[in-house]
T-cell receptor, first 108, second 112 residues
Framework: GQQLNQSPQSMFIQEGEDVSMNCTSS?????WLWYKQEPGEGPVLLIA?????ELTSNGRLTAQFGITRKDSFLNISASIPSDVGIYFC????????FGQGTILTVHP | NAGVTQTPKFQVLKTGQSMTLQCAQD?????MYWYRQDPGMGLRLIYY???????DKGEVPNGYNVSRLNKREFSLRLESAAPSQTSVYFC???????????FGEGSWLTVV
């Protein structure tokens, strides 16, 4: 079946640092999504990507749909303490598949 | 802006008891889902309903049943709860099965 390999599994960074995480697969997809889950809440959509090569920003967040349609990355610039949470990638080609998540900890 | 609403938020069950988690969405979405989330396991799909009147097994369906009551509501039932079903359960919905999924706030279930 379709599997997403999300890395890194966890990150411990200082406030102000930039963050980069990615998802890769051996399968091609036509949609890539990035979600954030804060403690005690459900995942919330951050960015949706619908076209290979697409680069989309949402404030300090930037995500790209890989040109091969098999990968995507999410960057967070100038991290702040409220960026803490679990970030999930998800990709779809008829059915949505989730990555395992990246746990982000930001030290003030 | 209700979106996806699920109840209860917290529940403690004894082994062998049954219960139903309720979910409703007000976005006129066709597809609805139940996921469970365990530490280190990410989100695992239990069951989904691609459209009203249909349900299908996901990755981890054993021990669960679902009912798509109408377009708005999709319930998850544990007939005989087991400690292995201690988890956080998320209901979600989307316009179609390959569209963006929107999640509820989660239900924390503990089976003792």
């Amino acid at each position: 079946g379709q599997q997403l390999n999300q890395s890194p599994q966890s990150m411990f960074i200082q406030e102000g640092e930039d963050v980069s995480m990615n998802c890769t697969s051996s399968s091609i997809f036509n949609t890539w999504l990035w979600y954030k889950q804060e403690p005690g809440e459900g995942p919330v959509l951050l960015i949706a990507l619908y076209k290979a090569g697409e680069l989309t920003s949402n404030g300090r967040l930037t995500a790209q749909f890989g040109i091969t349609r098999k990968d995507s990355f999410l960057n967070i610039s100038a991290s702040i303490p409220s960026d803490v949470g679990i970030y999930f990638c998800a990709a779809s080609y008829g059915k949505l598949t989730f990555g395992q998540g990246t746990i982000l900890t930001v030290h003030p | 802006n209700a979106g996806v609403t699920q109840t209860p938020k917290f529940q403690v069950l004894k082994t062998g008891q049954s219960m139903t988690l309720q979910c409703a969405q007000d976005m006129n979405h066709n597809s609805m889902y139940w996921y469970r989330q365990d530490p280190g396991m990410g989100l695992r799909l239990i069951y989904y309903s691609a459209s009203e009147g249909t349900t299908d097994k996901g990755e981890v369906p054993n021990g669960y049943n679902v009912s798509r009551l109408n377009k708005r509501e999709f319930s998850l039932r544990l007939e005989s709860a087991a400690p292995s079903q201690t988890s956080v359960y998320f209901c979600a919905s989307s316009r179609g099965t390959d569209n963006t999924i929107y999640f509820g706030e989660g239900s924390w279930l503990t089976v003792v």
